[in-house]
Antibody, heavy 125, light 105 residues
């Protein structure tokens, strides 16, 4: 079955770019069945969707983060990645990657399953 | 922007039925999904498409929809069901509810 694992620096300085990678195992990232998504959770708070990508490179982004977010896919490595620019302390969160079963054609309607274990990224100087 | 509203907390005794609601204007048109999150763990999908249960999820978890409200029902609550529960849907963007902390008394 699908398994996802996040990796990347746990500490990022303010104004710099946060970069994370999600490695997919147990299946191909090029599967036509899935998008691949990023979700974050600030400490003690709720979940916030960041964006999702298809293996072809088609993306959906959260409008509130769109200006700072880039999600890309590397099918040769079975990985997809997140870059979040100009980070502040408000971007401190556990970042999760997940398989996104998108059902819609024009909207990112669908569910996330399974999820990676998450990685804590702290923004601090 | 589109919002989903959940009660912050729900408390039940073991063996009773817990009902967690989620309200949103787009719910009559869009499916809802439910996740369980235990402390220090990633969320786990427990209900998709309003009322479908993924394999491996106990039968005591069920979902329903009526108008602008969807409901996650946990029948015969067990101590292990104590967790945060989040609803999720999507319109032009993916949205999560604020989460409900289920306490088993």
């Amino acid at each position: 079955q699908l398994q996802l694992q996040e990796s990347g620096p746990g500490l990022v300085k303010p104004s710099e770019t946060l970069s994370l990678t999600c490695t997919v195992s147990g299946g191909s990232i090029s599967s036509s069945s899935y998008y691949w998504g990023w979700i974050r959770q600030p400490p003690g708070k709720g979940l916030e969707w960041i964006g999702s990508i298809y293996y072809s490179g088609s993306t959906y982004y959260n409008p509130s983060l769109k200006s700072r977010v880039t999600i890309s896919v590397d099918t040769s490595k079975n990985q997809f990645s997140l870059k979040l620019s100009s980070v502040t302390a408000a971007d401190t969160a556990v970042y999760y990657c997940a398989s996104h079963m998108v059902q819609g054609v024009i909207n990112p309607v669908g569910w996330f399953d399974p999820w990676g274990q998450g990685t804590l990224v702290t923004v601090s100087s | 922007s589109y919002e989903l509203t959940q009660p912050p907390s729900v408390s039940v005794s073991p063996g009773q039925t817990a009902r967690i609601t989620c309200s949103g204007d787009a719910l009559p048109k869009q499916y809802a999904y439910w996740y369980q999150q235990k402390p220090g763990q990633a969320p786990v999908l427990v209900i998709y498409k309003d009322s479908e249960r993924p394999s491996g999820i106990p039968e005591r978890f069920s979902g329903s929809s009526s108008g602008t409200t969807v409901t996650l029902t946990i029948s015969g609550v067990q101590a292990e069901d104590e967790a945060d529960y989040y609803c999720q849907s999507a319109d032009s963007s993916v949205v999560f509810g604020g989460g409900t902390k289920l306490t088993v008394l």
